[in-house]
């Protein structure tokens, strides 16, 4: 494995990737951002959820086809993992800083959508391997809604389930950490 | 414990002691021994035996419960290792998804990027020689979702084939081929086990008879015979007769293009004995394990 290796192999999985939930999701987090920024409204729990449904379509990009075909070749599946994120976060993150832009004080940050991406990457990275990356992207949607539903109950379990908003960087951390465990698998 | 030895002579390639995989509670493969040289070597088997589980952990894509594996003479637990039988082996999935976009040419050269092939020119003819040597020269610029499913089968089976791997595993390389489509499918798998060892599962026995040196049959994540595909015939040698009625006592029955009934068992006395085939040897023996009537 190697850098020649990743660059001559940049094209083509940008042409294996599944575009269309970024590009559906990114169109409807520029819509939205668009429509507060026209009303001057706060941003709300539906910016929290298209945020969420970014970080959910980042993680789908990790669906590959073809992935029991590429299952025996020498370039870890990691290593492919990491290119498919990094091309669809050269796209993701201008769109974000786009949306970020036209929101007022902090509306939407970077840090609690990255650790929703984060912890979505985790949990594909330990799904069995005949396990549909689909599942892992249900996690950021599924933690962001049980925020916004349940974020009232207080106590220790309120405060987990907000982790990922009140300390990504740790949720980063831990699922960086967990990522890097299961890069054997 | 089952144990199987296909081996030619040569040096092995694949040694396997002790090989278990379960799903929950049931064991796909089963305390499995095995050891392989070079030549082609056919797993026979009803669905669910576990060839496939088997395949898939001689690719190093699946790890064992227990059990220890040597693949070229590396083990696949260890990455380092596991990285190393990667760059000398190919493998075809059962059924792979491809690129629906891509044309086989693209693909086969992706693959072979991924295969750690950095030299384009040596990439191209290379893809091209594969794709050539699975018929597919005059499609290999046309778009894979315009293509047919033997067609796609073909693809990438091409892709298996990259840079002449020493160890190939092919999981069902014939399922979606015609009948002219296998017999080229054939000469070029005889042509790679020159070269190396060739595993591949199939349920066709005819396959077996004109391609592998040796045949396993599976059933249950057990080896229930290893052999050559003479031996797995003569499995059935003297228990084959055939009548024009169905006889109520032979382990299992069938009645032929001909109209008469041939049946597989202990012949009852004055039946008239037949040559027995591959399949009468694989039928008898799944039979007699507790497998159909």
Same mark, same amino acid.
Request: proline share 7%; net charge neutral; glycine share 8%.
């Given at each position: 494995m190697n850098?020649?290796?990743?660059?001559?192999?940049?094209?083509? $999985? &940008?042409?294996?990737?599944t575009w269309a939930p970024l590009v559906a999701v990114g169109g409807l987090l520029l819509a939205l951002g668009t429509v507060l920024r026209l009303l001057d409204g706060p941003p709300g729990p539906v910016l929290v959820l298209g945020a969420a449904a970014m970080a959910a379509a980042l993680v789908f990009s990790l669906r590959d086809p073809a992935a029991p075909l590429l299952a025996a070749v020498p370039t870890p599946l990691?290593?492919?993992? @990491?290119?498919?994120?990094?091309?669809?976060?050269?796209?993701?993150?201008?769109?974000?800083?786009?949306?970020? $832009?036209?929101? /007022?004080g902090d509306g939407l940050a970077l840090a609690p959508g990255l650790a929703l991406t984060a912890t979505g990457?985790?949990?594909?990275?330990?799904?069995?391997?005949?396990?549909?990356?689909?599942?892992?992207?249900?996690? /950021?949607?599924?933690?962001?809604?049980a925020t916004e539903l349940l974020g009232g109950v207080g106590g220790v379990a309120g405060d987990a389930l907000a982790r990922w908003a009140t300390d990504p960087w740790w949720v980063v951390a831990v699922a960086g950490l967990l990522v890097a465990l299961g890069r054997h698998r | 414990?089952?144990? @199987? &030895?296909?081996?030619?002579?040569?040096?092995?390639?694949?040694?396997? &002691? #002790?090989?278990? %995989?379960?799903?929950?509670?049931? =064991?796909?493969?089963?305390?499995?021994?095995?050891?392989?040289?070079?030549?082609?070597?056919?797993?026979?088997g009803p669905n669910g035996a576990g060839k496939t589980t088997l395949l898939r952990m001689l690719a190093t894509?699946?790890?064992?419960?227990?059990? $220890?594996?040597?693949?070229?003479?590396?083990? /696949?637990?260890?990455?380092s290792q596991r990285l190393e039988i990667r760059r000398r082996l190919g493998y075809l999935p059962q059924s792979?998804?491809?690129?629906?976009?891509?044309?086989?040419?693209?693909?086969?050269?992706?693959?072979?990027v991924l295969k750690e092939h950095t030299d384009r020119d040596w990439r191209r003819r290379e893809a091209a020689r594969v794709l050539e040597a699975v018929g597919l020269a005059d499609?290999?610029?046309? %778009?894979?979702?315009?293509?047919? #499913?033997?067609?796609?089968?073909?693809?990438?089976?091409?892709?298996?084939?990259?840079?002449?791997?020493?160890?190939?595993?092919?999981?069902?390389?014939?399922?979606?081929?015609?009948?002219?489509?296998?017999?080229?499918?054939?000469?070029?798998?005889?042509?790679?086990a020159r070269r190396g060892t060739v595993l591949l599962s199939t349920h066709n026995t005819t396959e077996v008879a004109a391609l592998c040196q040796r045949v396993i049959v599976?059933?249950?994540? =057990?080896?229930?015979?290893?052999?050559?595909?003479?031996?797995?015939?003569? @499995?059935?040698?003297?228990? @084959?007769?055939?009548?024009?009625?169905?006889?109520? #006592?032979?382990?299992?029955?069938?009645? $032929?293009a001909e109209g008469t009934w041939r049946h597989l068992g202990d012949p009852p006395a004055g039946a008239t004995v037949a040559a027995p085939t591959i399949d009468d040897g694989y039928l008898l023996l799944a039979a007699t394990d507790g497998g159909p009537r």
């Open positions: 850098a020649t290796t990743l660059r001559q192999a940049a094209y083509p $999985t &940008t042409r294996a990737i990691i290593v492919r993992r @990491v290119l498919r994120l990094a091309l669809v976060g050269a796209v993701a993150l201008p769109l974000w800083g786009l949306v970020a $832009t036209m929101l /007022p990457v985790a949990v594909a990275t330990w799904l069995p391997i005949d396990r549909d990356v689909s599942v892992a992207a249900a996690v /950021p949607l599924f933690w962001a809604s | 414990m089952s144990t @199987v &030895t296909a081996s030619t002579g040569l040096a092995r390639t694949v040694e396997v &002691t #002790g090989l278990t %995989k379960s799903y929950g509670a049931r =064991r796909a493969v089963d305390a499995l021994d095995l050891a392989v040289g070079p030549g082609v070597v056919g797993l026979l894509v699946l790890a064992p419960d227990t059990g $220890t594996l040597s693949l070229l003479g590396g083990d /696949p637990a260890v990455p792979p998804s491809l690129y629906p976009s891509f044309t086989p040419m693209e693909l086969v050269d992706y693959v072979a499609r290999m610029h046309q %778009k894979i979702k315009t293509l047919s #499913g033997g067609m796609r089968q073909r693809v990438a089976l091409a892709a298996a084939l990259l840079g002449d791997p020493e160890l190939l595993v092919l999981d069902e390389p014939a399922t979606g081929l015609d009948p002219e489509q296998r017999l080229e499918l054939r000469a070029l798998l005889s042509a790679s599976m059933r249950t994540g =057990r080896v229930l015979f290893h052999g050559t595909p003479a031996e797995l015939r003569d @499995v059935a040698a003297g228990r @084959v007769w055939e009548e024009t009625e169905q006889d109520a #006592g032979a382990r299992r029955s069938w009645m $032929t």
